[in-house]
Protein backbone atom coordinates (compact mmCIF):
# COMPACT_ATOMS: atom_id res chain seq x y z
CA UNK A 1 0.00 0.00 0.00
CA UNK A 2 2.77 2.41 0.83
CA UNK A 3 4.79 1.91 -2.40
CA UNK A 4 1.38 2.49 -4.39
CA UNK A 5 0.14 5.00 -2.29
CA UNK A 6 3.64 7.27 -2.81
CA UNK A 7 2.40 8.82 -5.58
CA UNK A 8 3.50 12.62 -5.30
CA UNK A 9 -0.38 13.58 -6.81
CA UNK A 10 -1.86 11.40 -3.78
CA UNK A 11 0.41 13.75 -0.62
CA UNK A 12 -1.47 15.07 1.52
CA UNK A 13 -4.53 14.28 -0.28
CA UNK A 14 -7.33 12.72 1.44
CA UNK A 15 -8.12 9.96 -0.43
CA UNK A 16 -11.65 9.45 -2.71
CA UNK A 17 -11.37 5.94 -3.84
CA UNK A 18 -14.00 4.71 -6.96
CA UNK A 19 -14.08 1.18 -7.78
CA UNK A 20 -16.17 2.01 -11.24
CA UNK A 21 -16.51 -2.06 -11.92
CA UNK A 22 -18.39 -4.75 -11.64
CA UNK A 23 -18.24 -8.38 -12.39
CA UNK A 24 -21.86 -8.01 -13.28
CA UNK A 25 -22.05 -5.46 -16.03
CA UNK A 26 -25.74 -4.70 -15.20
CA UNK A 27 -25.42 -3.70 -11.80
CA UNK A 28 -22.21 -1.41 -12.81
CA UNK A 29 -23.52 1.99 -12.33
CA UNK A 30 -22.76 3.96 -15.85
CA UNK A 31 -19.26 5.50 -16.48
CA UNK A 32 -20.58 8.96 -17.08
CA UNK A 33 -22.34 9.50 -13.66
CA UNK A 34 -18.91 8.27 -12.56
CA UNK A 35 -16.86 10.42 -14.13
CA UNK A 36 -19.78 13.77 -13.09
CA UNK A 37 -19.48 12.44 -9.66
CA UNK A 38 -15.43 13.04 -9.80
CA UNK A 39 -15.93 16.16 -11.23
CA UNK A 40 -18.23 17.36 -8.94
CA UNK A 41 -15.81 16.11 -5.82
CA UNK A 42 -12.23 17.48 -7.36
CA UNK A 43 -14.43 21.22 -7.97
CA UNK A 44 -15.77 21.51 -4.91
CA UNK A 45 -12.89 19.55 -2.52
CA UNK A 46 -9.64 20.94 -3.63
CA UNK A 47 -7.34 18.65 -0.33
CA UNK A 48 -9.13 15.30 -2.25
CA UNK A 49 -7.87 13.05 -4.71
CA UNK A 50 -9.67 10.30 -6.59
CA UNK A 51 -8.03 6.61 -6.51
CA UNK A 52 -9.83 3.99 -8.90
CA UNK A 53 -9.62 0.71 -7.87
CA UNK A 54 -10.30 -3.00 -9.38
CA UNK A 55 -9.28 -5.72 -11.44
CA UNK A 56 -7.16 -5.05 -14.53
CA UNK A 57 -10.46 -5.09 -16.60
CA UNK A 58 -11.55 -2.22 -14.59
CA UNK A 59 -7.75 -0.09 -16.19
CA UNK A 60 -9.83 1.13 -18.63
CA UNK A 61 -12.59 2.93 -16.80
CA UNK A 62 -10.26 4.04 -14.13
CA UNK A 63 -8.03 6.00 -17.44
CA UNK A 64 -11.32 7.92 -18.17
CA UNK A 65 -12.04 8.83 -14.69
CA UNK A 66 -8.47 10.17 -14.80
CA UNK A 67 -8.74 11.82 -17.65
CA UNK A 68 -10.89 14.25 -15.74
CA UNK A 69 -7.58 15.71 -13.60
CA UNK A 70 -4.43 13.55 -14.24
CA UNK A 71 -2.83 15.72 -11.46
CA UNK A 72 -5.35 14.58 -8.32
CA UNK A 73 -6.28 10.77 -10.02
CA UNK A 74 -4.33 8.28 -10.20
CA UNK A 75 -5.49 4.35 -11.57
CA UNK A 76 -4.87 1.31 -9.56
CA UNK A 77 -7.03 -0.77 -11.12
CA UNK A 78 -5.47 -4.01 -11.73
CA UNK A 79 -2.19 -2.80 -9.40
CA UNK A 80 -3.46 -4.51 -6.38
CA UNK A 81 -4.90 -6.98 -4.67
CA UNK A 82 -7.33 -7.55 -1.36
CA UNK A 83 -4.37 -9.50 0.63
Not at 42 to 58: H, M, N, R, Y
Amino acid sequence: AKRLLGDARLRGKRLVAIAPGSIQPHKRWPIKNFRELCAQLLAEFPDIAIVTIGTSSDLLLGDQLCELNPERCVNLAGASSIP
